[in-house]
């Protein structure tokens, strides 16, 4: 079994800035691509960004220049900073891994519960 917790969420002005982190336990042999999907009301779920097990990053155009998504191996944690934030940004936020689980050494899709981001005035 594995679990992701991402936390860090809050409520934000225009302009400001948040972390958000995931990290990732239990049955853990490795952990592929990592990365931050959001949803805001009435949409459907888009990806932020992706980082692999290498740091290769992708992030979304919207994002790009604003947002940094990073990892710690180690610890199993993926980070997105958030940088300049807008209205539009509000959202849930979604952490994702792709998780080569113990003893059977197949690959899973994990999600974290969820954080919310809300950038208001």
């Known amino acids: 079994q594995v679990q992701l917790v991402d936390s860090g969420g809050g409520l934000v002005q225009p302009g400001g800035s948040l972390r958000l982190s995931c990290a990732a336990s239990?049955?853990?042999?490795?952990?592929?691509?990592m990365g931050w999907f959001r949803q805001a009301p009435g949409k459907e779920r888009e990806l932020v960004a992706t980082i692999t097990s290498g740091a290769s990053t992708n992030y979304a155009d919207s994002v790009k220049g604003r947002f940094t998504i990073s990892r710690d191996n180690a610890k199993n944690t993926v980070y997105l900073q958030m940088n300049s934030l807008k209205p539009e940004d509000t959202a849930v936020y979604y952490c994702?891994?792709?998780?080569?689980?113990?003893?059977?050494?197949?690959?899973?899709?994990?999600w974290g519960q969820g954080t919310q981001v809300t950038v208001s005035s």
């Open positions: 994702n891994a792709e998780v080569v689980v113990q003893p059977l050494y197949l690959t899973y899709p994990y």
């Open positions: 239990g049955s853990i042999f490795r952990i592929n691509t």
